[in-house]
């Protein structure tokens, strides 16, 4: 068994010479061979879930118009001035902190359009989309340290409704 790490300090991502226990297609069969390996008091700081065959998936939330770039870029703006015109009200006084809060705020909001339809407009129409992207795995391979593998297996065939792994 591995030494434990001492509180506060991050524990290595990697492992000294680590053996596939299996690979699945969903990440939630690996999480549950991880966590039925703890539950029979194994010594799991010595597993790791690795991510493998990335890609990069982009879900397309919308149409891009002017309008709506101006709209992004207002509310963008908006919140930052509102946090300049709040830094400048710390140092007003009375009813000059309310007025230095509501120019920020103002301000913010019209260099958010213009920055907003300045941005939109640069791109020449090769991008009138939005859209969210996110790098997710297609397979999910469980590595165990060599020396705990024959013990990790002897286990893991005693786990009922065992995940399948992929051929």
């Given at each position: 068994m591995a030494a434990s790490t001492p509180r506060?300090?991050?524990p290595s991502l990697a492992l000294d010479f680590p053996q596939s226990l299996g690979v699945f297609d969903k990440y939630e069969d690996a999480q549950r061979t991880v966590d039925y390996l703890?539950?029979?008091q194994f010594a799991v700081q010595n597993v790791m879930i690795v991510g493998t065959d990335l890609r990069q998936v982009e879900r397309i939330t919308g149409r891009l118009t002017?309008?709506?770039a101006a709209m992004a870029g207002a509310?963008?703006?908006a919140w930052f001035g509102l946090l300049i015109g709040i830094l400048l009200?710390?140092?007003s006084t009375g009813g000059d902190a309310?007025?230095?809060i509501l120019t920020g705020l103002l301000i913010?909001?019209?260099f958010g359009i213009a920055f907003g339809v300045a941005g939109y407009a640069a791109t020449g129409g090769r991008r009138d989309f939005t859209s969210v992207s996110?790098?997710?795995a297609t397979r999910y391979e469980v590595l165990v340290e060599h020396k705990l593998l024959l013990e990790a297996q002897q286990l893991l065939q005693q786990m009922p409704g065992r995940p399948q792994q992929p051929l």
């Open positions: 506060g300090v991050r703890s539950d029979q002017y309008a709506r509310a963008s703006g009200s710390l140092f309310w007025s230095a913010g909001l019209a996110q790098v997710v």
